[in-house]
Structure formats: structure tokens, C-alpha cells
């Protein structure tokens, strides 16, 4: 299906854990951003990337790491994860900067 | 740098009345505008943008902005209210000073009541 796809939907895990959110989309746009979403805080940008091995820090990128290897995958790990990286993280993915955000369904996380 | 105010965390309307939701963004070349919507446990969508031309932008579901270069303001607006409309608001700015990495304000809780 065409679109963009959030994986898992909900994960729960415990501190000190290594997690890995997976983003797919099938439009080939050539930027794609991962948010994180808490309540008083907005959407948040962590990473994002404006093509296949160009990744670059957002406001908050300390404790995640991203790849992009291929235009429609950009993987988003929580190396050591903490309490405070509980949150709902949503995945985004855009072609020219005139042009919409296309925003998946997100994945809700728990750190224990 | 560029940066999103979205005046009110909240904003309670009665169905049928006027839906005003407040933007003001900072940025020193014209930027790139956009509303969106996020209903419960979903992500974002958009509702209407400005890039160039009519500075006045008609969007989904009744909803319009205006841009006004004078007041750096992107407000958006409904003339009646839904029940539907009740969701999260975010107006978000994209300008070459921030290489076009949109920046999102915090939002705005739109409460309806019947």
C-alpha cells in the first residue's frame, strides 16, 4: 500500500534496552524526519534526513541514532533506552520544501 | 532561525461559532506556511499551506488562513464549528533560514461543545 508506515504501533520496553523504530514510505521523497510528541512540548524533531546517507541532528537527538541506506527506510534506535525517552514518536516524510509533511500513524512507547 | 507561537493551548468554542486558532512565526525572509490537524491517536494531516500568491488559503473542512507579512501572522479560521473539529492544532513555519526544516508550534487543543 502507498504511504507511510510506522513500525511497531505500541512497544514496551525496559531501561537500558536497545529499540529500534522503523519508518517506510513509498513515495521516494527525498526528506524524512522523525518527531517525538509530549504533552507541553509539541512535536519535537530528533533526526531527519534529505536523502539516502545524509542524516542530520534535530532539537533533541542525544540518546537516538538513524540511518538511512536506502531513500524509503529511515530506522530510528534508542541505543540505551531511559524513562524520559517514553513518549509517542512520529515518523514524516517529504519531496521539495514547498511541499506537505506526509505524517505516519505513530509508535507509542514505554520505557520501564 | 525561525521559530512558532500558537497563541492559547487551549481554545473552547460552541458548535456553530466562529473557530479562531492563533499563529505568529518569526523568520526574516518569507517563509513557508502550514496548518495541521491531528485527531486522536493519529498522526499529522494537513489542512491547508501557503507558499506563493493569494495570501488568503482555503483549505479542508471549511477551514481558511491568511497570511499577513505585516504582523508575521498565519491564523486560522472556521466560520462554524463542528463536533468533528475537535482535535489538535498545529501551525508549523519552513523558511531557508532554517534549510526549510519545518519548525511546529506547541499546538492547540480545539474543544467544542454541543
Known amino acids: 500500500d502507498a504511504g507511510i508506515t510506522q513500525s511497531p504501533r505500541y512497544k514496551i520496553t525496559e531501561t537500558g534496552r536497545q529499540v529500534t523504530l522503523m519508518c517506510h514510505q513509498t513515495?521516494?521523497?527525498?526528506?524524512m524526519f522523525w518527531y517525538r510528541q509530549d504533552l507541553g512540548h509539541g512535536l519535537r524533531l530528533i533526526y531527519y534526513?534529505?536523502?539516502?546517507?545524509?542524516?542530520d541532528k534535530g532539537e533533541v537527538p542525544d540518546g537516538y541514532v538513524v540511518s538511512r541506506s536506502k531513500t524509503e527506510n529511515f530506522p530510528l534506535t534508542l541505543e540505551s533506552a531511559t524513562r524520559s525517552q517514553t513518549s509517542v514518536y512520529f515518523c514524516?516524510?517529504?519531496?521539495?520544501?514547498?511541499?506537505?509533511?506526509?505524517f505516519g500513524p505513530g509508535t507509542r512507547l514505554l520505557v520501564l | 532561525a525561525q521559530s512558532v507561537t500558537q497563541l492559547g493551548s487551549h481554545v473552547s468554542v460552541s458548535e456553530g461559532a466562529l473557530v479562531l486558532l492563533r499563529c505568529n512565526y518569526s523568520?526574516?525572509?518569507?517563509?513557508?506556511l502550514f496548518w495541521y490537524v491531528q485527531y486522536p491517536n493519529q498522526g499529522l494531516q494537513l489542512l491547508l499551506k501557503?507558499?506563493?500568491?493569494?495570501?488568503l488559503v482555503k483549505g479542508i473542512n471549511g477551514f481558511e488562513a491568511e497570511f499577513k507579512k505585516s504582523e508575521t501572522s498565519f491564523h486560522l479560521t472556521k466560520p462554524s464549528a463542528h463536533m468533528s473539529d475537535a482535535a489538535e492544532y498545529f501551525c508549523?513555519?519552513?523558511?531557508?533560514?532554517?534549510?526549510?526544516?519545518?519548525?511546529f508550534g506547541r499546538g492547540t487543543s480545539l474543544i467544542v461543545h454541543p
Open positions: 534526513s534529505a536523502a539516502a546517507d545524509i542524516t
Open positions: 513515495w521516494s521523497h527525498s526528506y
Open positions: 501557503y507558499t506563493t500568491g493569494a495570501t
Open positions: 508549523a513555519v519552513s523558511a531557508p533560514g532554517g534549510s526549510y526544516i519545518p519548525t
Open positions: 514524516a516524510s517529504r519531496g521539495q520544501p514547498q511541499e506537505t509533511q506526509y
Open positions: 523568520s526574516s525572509v518569507p517563509p513557508y
